[in-house]
T-cell receptor, first 116, second 116 residues
Framework: AQSVTQLGSHVSVSEGALVLLRCNYS??????LFWYVQYPNQGLQLLLK??????LVKGINGFEAEFKKSETSFHLTKPSAHMRDAAEYFC??????????????FGQGTTLQVKP | EAGVTQFPSHSVIEKGQTVTLRCDPI?????LYWYRRVMGKEIKFLLH????????ESGMPNNRFLAERTGGTYSTLKVQPAELEDSGVYFC??????????????FGDGTRLSIL
């Protein structure tokens, strides 16, 4: 069965510091991987996705993530945090195996706090 | 382009009552998904429609939940009778069909359901 683990339910960084949100997945076949962000009182917004075209994926708002098959990881990074990045971030996997309907399996979520 | 619309945004009902949630997907999106996040837990898949057909309802908790998508446009999710453990945020998402599983899902803002 597929699963996603996000290490750290809360991450706090100072404005301007590196953001690193960790995600590890478990899948029997190479998956599709996604990062979503949820700002307060809003729905989930897609940050970026990995679908095997390139292992380093660039997303919106300066975020990027690198797919590492050997480590089964898809960590999200941003070189310099802004106050507006404070939100909850979700890593998700979708199996590309036959018969799959595209449903997403989410990690537990990581709340990012950005301190001035 | 209008996004995925869900209403109501909030619903507070008493145990034993009935509630119906509605989701309007992005126009032209054949795939429609329902997810739920119970407080403190991860976002979990409930079911998936392709047009008006249920493709996967493996995540539906029990027979108190009924989802429909008549005509392949908007969808409703009815909970009858509601129980305390049904409280949470219900998300709807939609995506294009026919172009592979890597089509990103676009999420609505969710309906926050509180059962008293």
């Amino acid at each position: 069965a597929q699963s996603v683990t996000q290490l750290g339910s809360h991450v706090s960084v100072s404005e301007g510091a590196l953001v690193l949100l960790r995600c590890n997945y478990s899948s029997s076949v190479p998956p599709y991987l996604f990062w979503y962000v949820q700002y307060p009182n809003q729905g989930l917004q897609l940050l970026l996705k990995y679908t095997s075209a390139a292992t380093l994926v660039k997303g919106i708002n300066g975020f990027e993530a690198e797919f590492k098959k050997s480590e089964t990881s898809f960590h999200l990074t941003k070189p310099s945090a802004h106050m507006r990045d404070a939100a909850e971030y979700f890593c998700a996997v979708s199996d590309r195996g036959s018969g799959n309907t595209g449903k997403l399996i989410f990690g537990q979520g990581t709340t990012l706090q950005v301190k001035p | 382009e209008a996004g995925v619309t869900q209403f109501p945004s909030h619903s507070v009902i008493e145990k034993g009552q009935t509630v119906t949630l509605r989701c309007d997907p992005i126009s032209g999106h054949d795939n429609l998904y329902w997810y739920r996040r119970v407080m403190g837990k991860e976002i979990k898949f409930l079911l998936h429609f392709v047009k008006e057909s249920k493709q996967d309802e493996s995540g539906m908790p029990n027979n108190r939940f009924l989802a429909e998508r008549t005509g392949g446009t908007y969808s409703t999710l009815k909970v009858q009778p509601a129980e305390l453990e049904d409280s949470g945020v219900y998300f709807c998402a939609s995506s294009l069909a026919g172009t592979g599983l890597n089509q990103p899902q676009h999420f609505g803002d969710g309906t926050r359901l509180s059962i008293l």
